[in-house]
């Protein structure tokens, strides 16, 4: 099992690149750039990649309306370019709120966007001259679009590699077979390994039943908060502090009947508590509706508490497929937090 983590923003940014770099000496193996309405991911990936040597680099996400799929598989190829090929491109769909409310660009298709676009970009690195015709996309346009004068045209440069990994953001059960069946990596949120089979297990196997050759074995990117302590009321108070972004995702991430993460929860069978999350959230009440998050919730999905039990957990979510652990290092000090990831890898060197 590989550990990384993603950039922190608490610092600042040079702060936290220069503390990556202890990191990086501690074992971390990859580390992810968001890319939400902040400053964009690619800006930030390429000066990680110019500090760091041997950590590798993932982009988590990028969104799949903003970029054209040419331009995407060219940025990718960049990335790698830039950091001696130690890139991986993670894509994911965001929400409407983002992609309508700050792009204006209309949010639709996700599932088949991201197939042509996996394409597309799969096209590029090899070099072809790029020509697709799909549902969503079609390159170059066609007779009678545009000025009539677009040729297909192949990437001028040679890339590091004619095949970068692809992540893909996903929770639906469609999008989960997507991922499954073109995908290099999968990265879910909110991910209980007890049910995960439950949940998941039908549309992974859909999907890998048609999984294309060369791509092995399916990678799972898992982000979990992460703290080794002995002390049983400092795990609850990180528990705690956990809430305000369960609730925010559970609660007030798209509308009513139109939430995955709402879907995910009562998948796992917080049917009420997913219902009564939502409703006070999108009534405005934020605190209360983190203090409806269940506490049992809280400690499936994250990495608190003994060594031992933190040991136990890490275990039980190899055993459900995860590959590499995406963590959320909770300390109050640069130091401390380079201590959790050399514990975490230490951990996961004895699974």
């Known amino acids: 099992m590989r550990i990384g983590m993603g950039l922190n923003y608490s610092g600042g940014f040079e702060e936290s690149v220069a503390e990556l770099a202890e990191h990086e000496k501690a ?47 060219m940025t990718a190829a960049g990335l790698d370019f830039v950091s001696g090929g130690r890139f991986t491109l993670g894509l994911g769909a965001s929400g409407p709120q983002v992609i309508e409310g700050f792009h204006g660009v209309r949010y639709d298709a996700p599932i088949g966007r991201t197939r042509e676009i996996i394409d597309i970009c799969r096209q590029v690195w090899r070099r072809e001259k790029v020509q697709y015709a799909g549902k969503h996309y079609t390159i170059p346009l066609p007779e009678g679009e545009g000025t009539g004068l677009g040729k297909p045209l192949k990437l001028i440069n040679h890339p590091v590699r004619d095949r970068i990994p692809i992540l893909v953001a996903a929770l639906g059960p469609r999008n989960v077979a997507l991922v499954a069946e073109k995908a290099e990596g999968w990265q879910p949120l909110f991910f209980v390994p007890e049910k995960a089979q439950e949940v998941w297990g039908e549309a992974l196997a859909e999907g890998n039943a048609k999984r294309e050759d060369g791509l092995g074995p399916l990678e799972v990117y898992l982000q979990s908060s992460f703290c080794i302590t002995e002390d049983e009321a400092v795990a609850t108070q990180m528990l705690d502090g956990m809430r305000g972004f369960v609730a925010l995702y559970v609660g007030g991430m798209g509308a009513k009947g139109k939430n995955f993460y709402n879907d995910v929860a009562r998948r796992y069978g917080y049917v009420e508590e997913a219902e ?42 190899a055993e459900a497929g995860v590959t590499t652990l995406n963590l959320t290092p909770l300390a109050g000090t640069p130091a401390e937090r380079v201590a959790l990831v050399g514990a975490a890898k230490e951990l996961a060197s004895a699974l």
């Open 276 to 317: 009564t999350i939502q409703d006070l959230y999108l009534d405005g009440k934020k605190e209360q509706a983190a203090a409806a998050v269940p506490e049992e919730l809280l400690r499936a999905i994250s990495l608190i508490g003994p060594r031992s039990y933190v040991a136990e957990r890490m275990a039980a979510f």
């Open 27 to 73: 074992g971390l193996d990859i580390v992810f750039v968001p890319e939400a309405y902040s400053y964009d991911a690619v800006s930030q990936l390429g000066f990680i990649a110019a500090r760091t040597e041997r950590v590798e680099i993932a982009s988590g996400i990028l969104q799949i309306y903003t970029r054209t799929p040419s331009l995407t598989a």
